[in-house]
């Protein structure tokens, strides 16, 4: 069964920056497509970032420009570096498969990343 474990949210002020990780038990990790996700308070979960497996990748209109994803097939995790955080980006973040794979797979708990002064 597939898991994702995400870490490296906190509580950050507006303008700062966090670096999250996603530990992924993928088979052949490298093959597949992944994302990051988030879930505002009250609201539902919502794309932010897809990586392919070739290294492409794609923002929401509402990070672009701020935030970076990545990965490293060696080590099967992905990564999202958040600049200029704004406290319209607090949510609960998570990994998973960038593409229909998602709505098949589980979810991980999550990394709460709360943006406020």
């Known amino acids: 069964q597939v898991q994702f474990v995400e870490s490296g949210g906190g509580l950050v002020q507006p303008g700062g920056s966090l670096r999250l990780s996603c530990a992924a038990s993928?088979?052949?990790?490298?093959?597949?497509?992944m994302g990051w996700y988030r879930q505002p308070p009250g609201k539902q979960r919502e794309l932010v970032a897809t990586?392919?497996?070739?290294?492409?990748?794609n923002y929401a209109s509402f990070v672009k420009g701020r935030f970076t994803i990545s990965r490293d097939n060696a080590e099967n995790t992905i990564y999202l570096q958040m600049n200029s955080l704004q406290p319209e980006d607090t949510a609960v973040y998570y990994c998973?498969?960038?593409?229909?794979?998602?709505?098949?797979?589980?979810w991980g708990q999550g990394t709460q990343v709360t943006v406020s002064s």
């Open positions: 998973n498969f960038g593409n229909y794979l998602a709505s098949r797979s589980s």
């Open positions: 993928v088979s052949i990790f490298s093959v597949y497509g």
């Open positions: 990586i392919g497996s070739g290294g492409n990748t």
